[in-house]
C-alpha cells in the first residue's frame, strides 16, 4: 500500500464528509425558508410539506403537476423541485459511496439505497462513452426512471471526478425541473384548447380500435382455416425416436 494510495484515501473522506456537511446545511436554511413562506404566506406555502412528500414518492413529474394547480409560483417550484433532489443527493451520496454495505442493512432507507445502486448498475454501461455530457442527459430525461441520486452514483461508478458529477447531476436535474414546468403549461393550454373537440377524438380512437381489432380477428381466422388444409405432418425415419430431436437409433 503506497503513501500515495493512503493520501488519496484519506482525501476521499475528507471530501465525503464535506459533501455531507453541506447537505445537512443546505437542508437546514431550506426548511427555515420554508417554515418562514408558510408563516409569512399560508397560501400556498403553508402546503409545502405535501410538494416535499409527493417528490420523495412519486417524483419531480408528479410534485410539479401538482404545484401548479396548487398555485405555486413557477419561480419557487424550480428552486425547491432541484434543491430538494440535491439536497438528497447530498446526504444519502456519502452513504452510497462510502458506506453501501452498511446502509443496506438498515430498516427503512436500506431497501431504496439497494435500488439506486442497482439502477446506477443498469445503466451505467450507457453512460459510459458520452462521460459527463451523458450523466447530464440521464438525470434530465425522466423515462430512464431516474434521478439526481442515482445519476450521483452512476458517475462515482464510472470514475468521473466528482465535481464534474455533481455539476452534470445539478444541471440534469435543473434543466428536467425547468422542461416539467414547462411542459406542464403547454399541456394545460392545448388541453383547454382541444377540450371542445375532445369528443370527436375519443369517438375515432373507439372507432379505429374497433378495426384493428376486427383485422387481427380476420387475419386469425385465415391463418386457422390454412392450417387445417395444411400439408401432411412429415412421416418420422424407423429408426428415429419421437420426442428426442437428433438422436436416432437404439444407440443415439
Known amino acids: 500500500m503506497t503513501d500515495q494510495y493512503i493520501r488519496d484515501v484519506r482525501a476521499f473522506g475528507r471530501m465525503i464528509r464535506q459533501i455531507e456537511r453541506a447537505g ?36 419531480r413529474a408528479a410534485s410539479v403537476s401538482k404545484a401548479v394547480g396548487m398555485g405555486f409560483p413557477k419561480p419557487f417550484l424550480l428552486v425547491h423541485c432541484t434543491l430538494q433532489d440535491i439536497i438528497v443527493l447530498l446526504l444519502l451520496y456519502p452513504l452510497l459511496v462510502a458506506g453501501y454495505r452498511y446502509a443496506v442493512e438498515w430498516r427503512f432507507i436500506g431497501p431504496t439505497i439497494a435500488n439506486v445502486r442497482a439502477t446506477a448498475e443498469r445503466h451505467k454501461s450507457k453512460i459510459a462513452p458520452f462521460g459527463a455530457l451523458g450523466l447530464t442527459l440521464f438525470v434530465l430525461f425522466p423515462f430512464w426512471s431516474t434521478g439526481a441520486l442515482a445519476g450521483g452514483l452512476v458517475g462515482y461508478l464510472l470514475g468521473i471526478r466528482t465535481r464534474w458529477v455533481f455539476t452534470s447531476v445539478i444541471v440534469g436535474n435543473f434543466l428536467a425541473v425547468g422542461l416539467w414546468i414547462w411542459f406542464f403549461d403547454r399541456m394545460s393550454q392545448l388541453s383547454e384548447t382541444l377540450s371542445s373537440s375532445m369528443w370527436l377524438f375519443i369517438l375515432l380512437g373507439v372507432v379505429l380500435a374497433a378495426a384493428i381489432g376486427r383485422i387481427i380477428a380476420i387475419r386469425r381466422k385465415m391463418k386457422q382455416s390454412a392450417a387445417a388444409k395444411g400439408s401432411p405432418e412429415p412421416r418420422l425415419d424407423k429408426n428415429e425416436r419421437p420426442g428426442f430431436p437428433g438422436k436416432t437409433g437404439p444407440d443415439a
Not at 437542508?27 to 410538494?51: C, D, F, K, M, N
Not at 412528500?53 to 412519486?58: E, G, H, R, S
Open 24 to 59: 445537512q446545511v443546505l437542508l437546514t436554511v431550506w426548511v427555515a425558508v420554508l417554515v418562514a413562506l408558510g408563516i409569512l404566506s399560508p397560501q400556498p406555502y403553508a402546503r409545502v410539506w405535501e410538494l416535499v412528500l409527493l417528490q420523495i414518492v412519486a417524483g
